[in-house]
C-alpha cells in the first residue's frame, strides 16, 4: 500500500455566511462574486501527528466562470449558455493566463454537450465571456469525415454528432495547449479525441482522434515525466478499471500528432485491484471497482494515485518504476461518495484533496455530493488535515474538482456548482 490516509474531519469556517447568501447566485459572471480573509485552525484527524503549526491563514476568493441558468429556457433548444454544465478542468499557462473548460448542453449525455473554455488573464479580476473549442459533431460529406466519423462510431442513429465529456487541459513543454476530450452516446461508449491550440486556448484546431483504444487523461490531469506525458486514465466496460497511457514528446517537448501520434502511445493495465465489497453488493467480494485516478508524487520518488470507487472509499495504487507498473489497487480509509476527486502534489512536498468527505452506504450506490472540502498531507497521505470547506449548502451538488498549484504557489480550484454553473476559487495558504 503506497499509504494509509485517516478519515479528516470537516472544519466549519465564517467563509459560510458568504458561500450561504442567495443573493450572490445571482450576480453577473464576470463579477467577483466573493473574496475574504479568514483564519483556519484544522482539527487533527484521529491518528494524526502534532501539525508544524497550530494556525493556519487561509485567502480564498470564489468567482463564477459561467453565467448563471436561465431556467426558463428549453433545454433541448440550447439557449446561448447551456442550462447544464460538468466535469470542468483548469490550467496555468505558461503567460499567467488561466484556462477552464467543461462540457455543457442540454443535459449530460444529450448529443448537443459541447466543450466550452473561459480565460482569466494574468492581473485581470474576471474571466472572459465562454466559447465552444469542440464538440461532438461529424460531418460525411468526404471520404476523410466518414472515417472520422466511423472512429467515433458514429451511425445513423445518432444524426451526425454524439455528446462530449470530461475536457482535460494540459499545455505541452513547447507551449502548445492540449485539450483532451470523449466523444460518445454514453461512457461504455467513449472515444479519445483532443483539439490543440498554439495562442494560448483562443483558437482550436479541428478534432483528432486518439489511438484506438486510448482515451486520453480521463478527467485529471495528466504529468509530464522522463520526456512522455502520463495519463491517469480509466474505463468502466465489464467493471470499473484503471489504467495509464503514456505518449512520448519529442525533443522540443511536442506532443504528438498524425502517425507518431501512433506510435508514440502505450497502455499500462488495466491495474489489477484487491477485492472488496462494493457498497451495492454487500457479502460479496469483487475486484475494487474504481475510475477517474489523479496522480501525485512521493517525497522518495515514488507514484501514487487517489481514484474513485463503489466502494465507500478512495482507492489507491503505488508506481516504482515512473509510471510503467503498478501495484494492486487497495482501499484508504478516506470516505468516496462514488463522486470524482481531484489532487495535486505542492511544490512543497504536501499533498492536497478537494472531495466529498462522505462515504457511501452500505446498499446504496452513492451518497450526496456536498460538502465539498479542501485537506491537505505532510506525510504523503498517511494523515489528512482539512483546511477548508468550498461548500456544505444541501442544495443539489458540488462536485468533480480540478486543482493545480500555480507557479507562485497560488492553488486554483475549479469545480461544478449544482450542475448548473462552473465556480472557481483561487486559494493562498500561508502557514
Not at 76 to 91: D, L, Q, R, W
Not at 360 to 379: C, K, M, W, Y
Not at 417 to 430: A, F, L, S
Amino acid at each position: 500500500m503506497c499509504f494509509a490516509p485517516t478519515r479528516a474531519h470537516v472544519t466549519k469556517t465564517l467563509i459560510y455566511i458568504i458561500m450561504r447568501n442567495p443573493i450572490f447566485r445571482y450576480l453577473p459572471v464576470a463579477v467577483l462574486i466573493a473574496g475574504m480573509v479568514m483564519t483556519v485552525s484544522p482539527t487533527h484527524a484521529s491518528g494524526a501527528r502534532d501539525s508544524k503549526a497550530d494556525t493556519t491563514r487561509i485567502t480564498a476568493t470564489f468567482q463564477f466562470i459561467t453565467p448563471a441558468v436561465d431556467k426558463t429556457s428549453d433545454k433541448e433548444k440550447s439557449p446561448a449558455f447551456p442550462p447544464s454544465v460538468h466535469a470542468s478542468t483548469i490550467v496555468e499557462l505558461q503567460n499567467g493566463d488561466l484556462l477552464a473548460a467543461w462540457f455543457a448542453g442540454a443535459y449530460e449525455g444529450h448529443p448537443d454537450v459541447k466543450i466550452w473554455t473561459a480565460r482569466r488573464e494574468k492581473g485581470a479580476l474576471t474571466w472572459t465571456t465562454p466559447v465552444v473549442a469542440a464538440d461532438g459533431t461529424f460531418p460525411t460529406s468526404s471520404p476523410s469525415e466518414r472515417e472520422l466519423a466511423r472512429m467515433a462510431g458514429i451511425d445513423s442513429t445518432d444524426h451526425g454528432r454524439k455528446a462530449c465529456y470530461n475536457p482535460v487541459l494540459c499545455q505541452m513543454p513547447d507551449g502548445e495547449v492540449v485539450l483532451f476530450y470523449k466523444i460518445g452516446r454514453f461512457v461504455q461508449d467513449w472515444t479519445g479525441w483532443l483539439v490543440r491550440s498554439k495562442d494560448n486556448g483562443r483558437t482550436w484546431s479541428a478534432k483528432e482522434p486518439l489511438p484506438e483504444g486510448f482515451l486520453g487523461p480521463v478527467k485529471n490531469k495528466p504529468i509530464v515525466l522522463d520526456g512522455s506525458l502520463l495519463c491517469p486514465s480509466s474505463t468502466e466496460k465489464d467493471g470499473w478499471k484503471i489504467h495509464f497511457e503514456r505518449y512520448e514528446l519529442d525533443g522540443n517537448g511536442h506532443f504528438p500528432d498524425g502517425k507518431k501520434l501512433t506510435g508514440s502511445a502505450t497502455m499500462v493495465g488495466p491495474v489489477a485491484a484487491e477485492k472488496a465489497e462494493k457498497t451495492f453488493e454487500q457479502g460479496t467480494q469483487s475486484p475494487i471497482g474504481c475510475i477517474q485516478p489523479s496522480i501525485l508524487r512521493l517525497k522518495d520518488g515514488k507514484l501514487a494515485v487517489l481514484c474513485r470507487t463503489q466502494n465507500g472509499r478512495l482507492a489507491t495504487s503505488c508506481s516504482s518504476d515512473g509510471g510503467r507498473s503498478w501495484t494492486p489497487v487497495t482501499l484508504t480509509t478516506l470516505p468516496n461518495n462514488n463522486s470524482g476527486t481531484d489532487a495535486v502534489t505542492l511544490r512543497d512536498g504536501r499533498q492536497l484533496l478537494v472531495y466529498n468527505p462522505n462515504a457511501t452506504q452500505p446498499g446504496e450506490h452513492n451518497a450526496p455530493r456536498t460538502p465539498l472540502i479542501v485537506a491537505v498531507s505532510d506525510d504523503d497521505g498517511a494523515h489528512w488535515q482539512p483546511l477548508l470547506t468550498l461548500e456544505d449548502s444541501h442544495i443539489s451538488e458540488y462536485s468533480y474538482p480540478a486543482v493545480v498549484e500555480g507557479r507562485d504557489g497560488t492553488i486554483h480550484i475549479t469545480y461544478t456548482w449544482r450542475r448548473e454553473r462552473v465556480r472557481y476559487v483561487k486559494v493562498i495558504i500561508d502557514n
